[in-house]
């Protein structure tokens, strides 16, 4: 198993290395408007190209880069969009309020799409199912954006019971704060809820209709005490690491979510980062870093914990 | 016994053998082939015949609308007078409901005056009902009286002011004379009023100066015998011979005069395009049809889905197959590239394009290379293994035993028998190149807004800042969006499961 790891770690640090030289490569061929952008000074332009490092070869910029910023964590300072500021602490500020909104989410929409997946199953064809099944085709399918504006429409606007933004500021944990953030999350979580109930319906369907679950049946469990001890531990197998899988992903958050919200997010720190007159390098190298991680380490996360929760792969891999 | 039967001939007689019942026989009934199966299995599936046919409906909106639909009004894409028409609810061309052009408003006591004078002056009255009227509001310290109403926007528009050469002037004029509607209304008194529906005595806040029976005022200038400065114009209604109204305010020097007008919105809208305003979506911010533009939209979504699953299909089939043939090495090596190029996050790869290519080569292929770059990697792993699924059978064995090349096996043996999970995994891609696409140019981060092109993600994207005050203009690009993707969603399972021989005779 550690072996496993250690080789799908391995791996995924050279992708990621491939990835991130790639992304440098890109970035820096682009034309250097943040030097350009104090007006047609020559002289002017050119000390600022110095100063930020455009004039050595591009080799030599991508072993300092490599230096100090992949290996050292110092990812420069802001050119544009925060004129000055230290791109790293300005990450690690705007990261709290991502994490706070996709948080949330997960905690009301995991149990909740547990919960509706097993009814379902356990409804099987019968008007209960067929209503879920259902609602969660359109669900899935429908955009995050269009709950959004819809939650916006009605809950905000009609309704009047929540603020149209999200409130700035850092106490994530207070009342107020949370209210304003119930129309985000509700947006968020529709999609995860539906995603969620459909593969637990799926999984322990498959599972309910296995013959041990008849053998267990056959011995003289309730059909409550089959289901929690033998179906339920089994469906989660491929459950659970899809769970863990969202919730690395609830870092990287949703762009558009942040967008319409106005959450002071990652997501929005991204896209401000680059449709600005003046795209700010830094932060965008930065954060496709940051995207590239985050996708990989939920990919990991998948794969390992299925070894974890499942002893037929984990003796698998012994061999 | 008779004696008839003792007397038989033996020629009667025939062998008791069910000859005709033979159960070894070829079916009688035609065989039915994969596709033909498929078929029958999928209309089958109520949902997702539904779901084909809604979606038959869009892309048959998409492409007639731009064809049918357009007018003098969409086709003037440059016209900056669209600006006055803009945020104009949907309204149909026969009554129904919702979509007949009112909306509710609560207005202020000026605001009604404004309404009552509309309907005085081009005897249209805006105001559909009055829900309640002088409703007093003492909330902020001052009274103020509210009305609540139902406003026909399209009579509400009111009068806007032009300056038009003096050959358009006459042109409009004609107009006027050949089909007795009345565009251009007379001037009023003071010169700087920039509210053009203002023609009664009001204060410099637009409020109403009333007489004693509560009547506005009308505030015309009247043009004086020998005054040059305003333009007068004789029409039926103009009954008082001595004092002429002006209608127009003249401008500009001698040798290129202009004339200054008010004239009524709508019918100044029959005049220029020809017919009434009426719009089936309304009219955004900009005043642009939302029916004919939400059209063009969805023609480019499609042919952007298509023509991405298209080339995805191309490329992820031949490095698919590539891949699940050989096996060995070269799969190992061919896995490592799309292992890379998976863990690139697609927002980046289509940021990079667009700052690198977009300038060179245009938005859209920008967006269309981003798309091409991660995008065939789903189809070469539902490829690859559908090969490792197939190569191993006899019949491939058969044929290699006969001669066969390696191209010949794969294209000729084991693709055909892939092809409906290929075609499902395509048919599955389109919804999610156009929820992309719609959430790229929403977020702005692609931009194809032009006066001749747009995207839904654009529309929405244009319509988020009015979602209170003008909801329709974010809806029906909304609406589309949610109906495509949930029936192609449905559409795409249904393929699914009639393209898969193992669910044959489970759904009777």
């Not at chain 2, 805006?126 to 109403?149: E, F, H, I, N």
């Not at chain 2, 920039?194 to 043009?223: C, H, M, S």
């Not at chain 2, 035993?401 to 096996?409: K, L, N, Q, V, Y």
Request: glycine share 8%; net charge positive.
């Amino acid at each position: 198993m550690l072996k496993y790891i250690a080789k799908r770690v391995a791996l995924m640090l050279v992708v990621f290395l491939i990835i991130i030289s790639m992304c440098f490569v890109l970035i820096k061929l682009l034309p250097n408007k943040p030097a350009e952008q104090f007006g047609k000074d020559k002289q002017l332009i050119e000390m600022r190209r110095e100063a930020l490092g455009y004039n050595k070869p591009l080799l030599t910029q991508y072993l300092i880069f490599l230096r100090r910023s992949l290996a050292g964590g110092d990812w420069g300072i802001s050119e544009s969009l925060y004129l000055g500021q230290d791109v790293w602490s300005k990450f690690m500020e705007k990261m709290p309020a991502t994490v706070a909104v996709n948080a949330y989410t997960m905690l009301f929409s995991v149990p909740l799409g547990l919960l509706l997946g097993i009814y379902a199953a356990l409804r099987k064809n019968h008007w209960q199912d067929h209503f879920i099944s259902t609602a969660v085709v359109i669900f899935v399918s429908v955009p995050s954006y269009v709950y959004a504006f819809l939650v916006q429409y009605i809950l905000c606007y009609r309704l009047r019971l929540f603020p149209f933004q999200v409130q700035s500021g850092t106490d994530f944990f207070s009342r107020q704060m949370f209210i304003s953030m119930v129309p985000a999350i509700l947006s968020l979580g529709f999609g995860t809820v539906a995603g969620l109930t459909r593969y637990t319906r799926a999984e322990l369907t498959e599972v309910l209709t296995s013959d041990y679950l008849l053998l267990a049946r056959a011995k003289g469990l309730t059909r409550a005490q089959t289901t929690v001890r033998h179906a339920l531990r089994n469906a989660m197998v491929p459950i659970f690491p899809m769970i863990l899988g969202e919730f690395v992903g609830i870092m990287s958050g949703s762009l558009i979510i942040e967008q319409i919200f106005g959450i002071p997010g990652v997501g929005q720190l991204y896209v401000a980062s680059i449709t600005a007159a003046t795209p700010d390098y830094n932060f965008f190298m930065l954060l496709s870093a940051f995207y590239t991680l985050i996708g990989l380490l939920s990919g990991i996360i998948v794969d390992v914990s299925y070894g974890f929760i499942d002893p037929r792969i984990r003796i698998g891999s012994k061999k | 016994m008779t004696d008839d039967m003792k007397t038989l001939s033996r020629e009667k007689f025939t062998f008791a053998t069910d000859r005709d019942k033979r159960h070894d026989r070829p079916p009688e009934t035609p065989p039915r082939g994969y596709f033909a199966d498929a078929m029958y299995r999928f209309t089958r599936n109520k949902s997702s015949v539904v779901a084909a046919f809604i979606i038959l409906i869009l892309v048959l909106y998409a492409l007639f609308v731009p064809l049918l639909f357009e007018n003098a009004y969409t086709r003037s894409l440059t016209d900056t007078l669209t600006l006055s028409y803009a945020k104009l609810p949907p309204k149909a061309r026969f009554p129904l409901p919702f979509l007949d052009g009112c909306s509710d408003k609560t207005v202020n006591a000026s605001g009604y005056a404004a309404l009552r004078a509309i309907a005085e002056e081009t005897g249209v009255d805006p105001v559909v009902k009055v829900y309640t009227a002088g409703r007093q509001d003492a909330s902020g310290g001052k009274k103020t009286v509210y009305y609540d109403l139902r406003v026909d926007n399209y009579k509400a528009m009111g009068m806007m002011l032009l300056t038009l050469t003096p050959a358009q002037y006459e042109a409009l004029q004609a107009w006027q004379d050949e089909t007795g509607i009345q565009a251009i209304y007379p001037a009023v008194k003071d010169a700087k009023q920039t509210d053009a529906n203002i023609w009664y005595q009001a204060d410099k806040k637009g409020a109403a100066k009333l007489d004693k029976e509560g009547n506005l005022v009308a505030a015309y200038k009247t043009a004086a015998e020998g005054d040059e400065s305003y333009h007068s114009l004789r029409i039926p209604a103009d009954d008082d011979p001595e004092h002429p109204l002006a209608y127009a305010r003249v401008t500009g020097t001698s040798s290129a005069r202009s004339y200054v007008v008010r004239v009524s919105k709508p019918a100044y809208f029959r005049y220029r395009y020809g017919f009434e305003p009426c719009f089936l979506f309304g009219t955004n911010d900009k005043g642009q049809d939302i029916f004919t533009r939400l059209a063009h939209g969805a023609r480019f979504s499609f042919l952007l889905a298509i023509g991405i699953s298209a080339i995805n299909l191309l490329i992820g089939a031949v490095y698919g197959a590539i891949e699940g043939y050989y096996g060995g090495a070269v799969d190992l090596a061919m896995e490592r590239v799309s292992d890379v190029l998976s863990g690139v996050p697609f927002m980046v790869v289509t940021t990079l394009f667009q700052l690198h290519l977009a300038s060179r080569v245009g938005v859209v292929p920008a967006l269309l290379f981003a798309f091409v770059l991660t995008g065939w990697i789903g189809m070469a792993s539902t490829v690859r293994m559908q090969f490792y699924r197939f190569k191993g059978q006899e019949y491939v064995l058969a044929a290699r035993t006969m001669g066969a090349g390696d191209s010949r096996i794969m294209f000729g043996h084991i693709f055909p028998n892939a092809i409906g999970t290929i075609i499902t995994s395509c048919v599955l891609s389109i919804p999610g190149v156009i929820f992309s696409e719609s959430s790229l140019t929403y977020l702005g981060i692609i931009n194809l807004e032009s006066s001749a092109m747009t995207s839904v993600g654009t529309m929405l994207a244009g319509g988020k800042a009015y979602l209170s005050t003008d909801p329709y203009i974010i809806f029906f690009p909304a609406l589309f969006i949610a109906l495509l993707e949930i029936s192609f969603n449905l559409f795409g399972n249904g393929l699914r499961d009639a393209f898969n021989p193992s669910l044959r005779g489970t759904e009777e």
